[in-house]
């Protein structure tokens, strides 16, 4: 390996302990902090526990009231460009990727370049995007495809047994949960 490359690896390391070390103790508004920092556009009431935000975070922007979970890939450049550098030296291609307000992005999903995410949309877990996601739906597959619109979503959901009975509280909410699902999980 190049000496180069080794130094890349160590500081980019080093960069993601003392990133870590930081969020530890000041929180959630310190990962926002450092984000923005690094170039990414984040709105005001966000929730972000992902740490992939590519090569270029600059190219990346959330609107306000998201959730991008845990896990979630950015993906912002296509290194696949690289088989044909010895012909053509400077090919690139890189994409913004646009995240609108009030849009939920789950865990393990995957956002190639060059799309937007619309407003109100909900993108399942371990979906791979690859174009843009219209406006109030919810997307999912690989590639991710629209599965329903957000009014549909929202119904089935509401249609759930005890869908509004969880406390909000933390410790009434585990109280309930256990009291549900004992049964199911006495049989585990």
């Known amino acids: 390996m190049r000496l180069s490359f080794l130094l890349y690896q160590y500081r980019m390391s080093a960069t993601r302990i003392l990133s870590r070390f930081l969020i530890a103790f000041g929180g959630h508004s310190m ?39 845990s896990g979630v890939v950015f993906i912002n450049h296509d290194g696949a460009c690289w088989v044909f550098r010895e012909d053509v030296p400077n090919l690139q291609n890189f994409g913004p990727i646009v995240i609108k307000d009030n849009s939920f992005i789950g865990t393990n999903a995957v956002l190639l370049p060059h799309l937007t995410i619309g407003p109100n949309s909900i993108v399942a877990a371990g979906a791979v995007v690859t174009k843009d996601v219209p406006p109030n739906t919810v997307v999912g597959g690989v590639p991710a495809r629209v599965l329903m619109s957000l009014a549909d979503y929202r119904t089935k959901m509401l249609a759930r047994p005890d869908a509004t009975a969880v406390p909000t509280e933390p410790r009434e909410r585990r109280a309930y949960l256990e009291r549900r699902f004992r049964e199911t999980l006495e049989r585990a």
């Open 31 to 69: 990962k926002l902090k450092l984000l923005r920092k690094a170039g990414v556009k984040i709105g005001e009431n966000c929730r972000i526990y992902t740490d992939s935000f590519g090569s270029e975070p600059y190219l990346i922007s959330i609107g306000n009231h998201c959730t991008i979970t």
